[in-house]
């Protein structure tokens, strides 16, 4: 059996939960309830990473990766490519309210072009 096998289904996981993600985004307070959540998540486990260095160097061997170190690397870009996808789609988003905020102000403006007041 590949040495590797459980960190490759974690990662492969993970990327097509970014997929999923992508596919069917989450609006509003959920979403901001999830990365707040992930974001604590983080923290706890960097603390605990920091504090007991073994214990990372032992999750890496169980999930089939030499060392800790490389267990933090594969992390690291897990999040990396996490945070650009999610920079990515609230971009989109941020692009289209722009558009809409945009076409309603060019409306608006044609609008009050064709009825000029008359000032007096």
Known sequence: MDDQLIIKVLLISVFILF?????VPMRGARQTAVRRLILVAAFIAAIVA???PQLLNDVAV???????A??????????FIGNAMAQAAQNRQLQREITEIARTVAI?????SQHPRHEQ
């Open 108 to 112: 608006e403006q044609a609008r009050s």
């Open 19 to 23: 997929a999923i993600v992508l596919i």
């Open 70 to 79: 490389d267990l933090v690397l594969y992390v690291l870009v897990v999040v």
């Open 62 to 68: 169980l999930l089939g990766v030499g060392r800790g």
């Open 50 to 52: 920091i504090a007991f």
